[in-house]
């Protein structure tokens, strides 16, 4: 494929680890913020290429992961409504909340069904006029004006039985809360490349700032992600803390200008849980006020989920903030693997925990 | 997070909705229906960076190049 | 707020079958470890293979029985039925047998239509006689309304064992080669196009066929083949796993070398999937000795069903794990699913 398979090249990826080899002169930790990031840095084997100086820290970039366990019980209970068909990403499927996973709903009858796109879910609206279709909005900005815009849409054609139980996820908050922490570990930001697409990269450069922190934009590709840590590399190396471009073929300064201005037609920013985390103020989206009546937390009025927070040595808070390595946490593997997660990290695939249980096992 | 695949546009679809421009994008082969809202400027024949459905940004050929064309000169290889 | 507080879900309790238990991949592989295995405890079944391996009086029977359940029921390139027939004469393949009887067992939704039916039953004569097997015996029941996806259909088979030699898991030996018998994820590619919420125009059709044909070429060659295994479920990711684990040697694969079709890859990155673990429904790898791999490769290439065959590595070490060489040269652990591979955003 074009623009994909040129960045998977063997020769160009050894150069740049052999550039970034004579840059680096000693320990960084750099924390790739994207699960999608993550997913490909192991998938590709990417730091057996790296110097033994540099780290990566695999920080909350799953949304997925990071979706509440209390709004997962929401799903769950929404989707064994009867009149009710469900429709998700596919990765959201698997996560377990409270009352099980939305999969072991649709296997105990729940209409769960998988979409591609938020407008797949309203056009399964169209198509079931007699069924109440929810759609479980979950990701970051990347994700988000498609939501946005599945809404508008359904507001402009008075689609009576389409509703979203939101459970978008804001960057910034997440990362000032992350270089921010007293427990820090981080040297460095590997922003991600897709949600820059849409936002761009202003917001990074009050963050770099306030907290000396380099930040580089980078895409997901082999070559992207290593052109990326050499960048941010040779910033350390140089004492400088600037936020850089290293995926220009798609992200632009100022992001996608109609897409910001959907997601913020449609959507407010307020506090949200985060799995592993804890609540971080002003990082989730919610629908405004002209939106409400497509929100299926108010068509569907619950009971909160009891959710009782069982500390038993999972350490996903510390992992995800680069504290600590998925391998020291005592449950990795044991009591812990992607069968039957406990933690945030271990939940998608893209967490950090289930990808190094998947492509990093060899010590195991 | 956050999947995006470019894939070349290659039809503009007639659609009685402006705000909902569409596309016929191409995947080596694979064809996908996808909005093209958020990228009004997208032009037949352009890549496109596809997220769920979402044409996010048109892909810039010249700074796509540009990595791939400084590690050509670096190394000896093509 | 903005205060890191750890909060973990209790671990979901294992005490109910889920789907990922039918997946094909870790945990398929633990519920016959810890419920079949032990209660069915005999040596033919402890070979772990596509199907049963049997000495009778002036015999060597192969038996094996497979059950299909796909959504939708028709896909680009074929309908369950030519999977019914496929899936199970490809068992008795991969044990170097020739198919010869199949049973066929029928559960269907009450609803059904008779036309979709019709359409099924004739793919399966179709398929029966172009992998010369007689369907000899059969059964039908009715569920109701709400309860079975249209249809479910089992098939089990017979045939007699050709081979020389035993092919399995445990005839596998340190420094054979692992060929694949051409371009890999075409079938579950096909049946994700036309699912209801991803559809997408693909230029794919399911590569379901009988592979007999290609086993047949190839012993007829006098190839020493050491084990087969049809790429279904799973994927070649899964197959070379289970090869692994059961011979306990370690297999490394060239990422690069494994074909796919362009538009399978595509596909692939659109959906987040990765392509080793894709479904096959007329592909298989084989394990033989260095010494047979360019007859084997010349035979296979011969046959319209494995005219793509190319090896893709080799067989070393006692690691019991797969290893992958990935595109850019690195090297990674190619592990088990934990269920079917969902379509993702992230």
Redesign the interface.
Known sequence: MKFVDEYRDAHGVAELSGEIRALVTRPWKLMEICGGQTHNLLRYGIPELLPPEISLIHGPGCPVCVTAPELIGKAVEIARRPEVIFASFGDMLRVPGPLGSLLAAKAEGADVRIVYSPLDAVNLAHRHPRREVVFFGVGFETTAPATAMAVWQAEREGLANFSLLAAHVLVPPALEAILGSPRRAVDGILAAGHVCAVMGFGEYEGLAARHRTPIVVTGFEPIDLLEGIRLLVAQLEQGRAEVENSYSRAVHRDGNLEAQRMLHEVFTAGPREWRGIGSISDSGLHLRARYQEFDAERRFPLPAVAHAPTDLGCLAGEILQGIRKPRECPLFGQGCTPDAPIGAPMVSSEGACAAYFRYDRRSV | MCLAVPGRLVEILPDENPTLRRGSVDFAGIRKEICLAFTPEAEVGQYVLVHVGFALSVIGEDEANRVVRLLNQAGDWE | ????????????A?DRV???HGGGG??TA?LIERVFLPAFANPALRVLHDGAVLETPGARLAFTTDSFVVSPLEFPGGNIGHLAVCGTVNDLAMCGARPLWLSAGFILEEGLPFDVLERVVASMRDAAREAGVAIVTGDTKVVDHGKGDGMFINTAGIGTVVAPTAISPRAVQEGDVVLVSGDLGCHGIAVLSV????E?????ESDVAPLWPAVEALLGAGVEIHCLRDLTRGGLATALNEIATASGLGITIEESAVPH???V???C????L?PLYLANEGRFAAFLPECDLERALATLRACAVSQGAVAIGRVSGASARVDLR????????L?LL??EQ?????
């Open positions: 707020m903005n205060e890191f507080a750890l909060q973990c879900p209790a671990p979901a294992p889920q789907l990922a870790r945990l633990q699912r209801e919420g991803l997408f125009e693909a230029p794919v079709a362009p538009s890859r595509a596909a990155e659109l959906l987040g990765d990935t595109v850019i040269g690195s090297l990674r652990v592990d934990s269920g969902l379509p993702r955003i992230c």
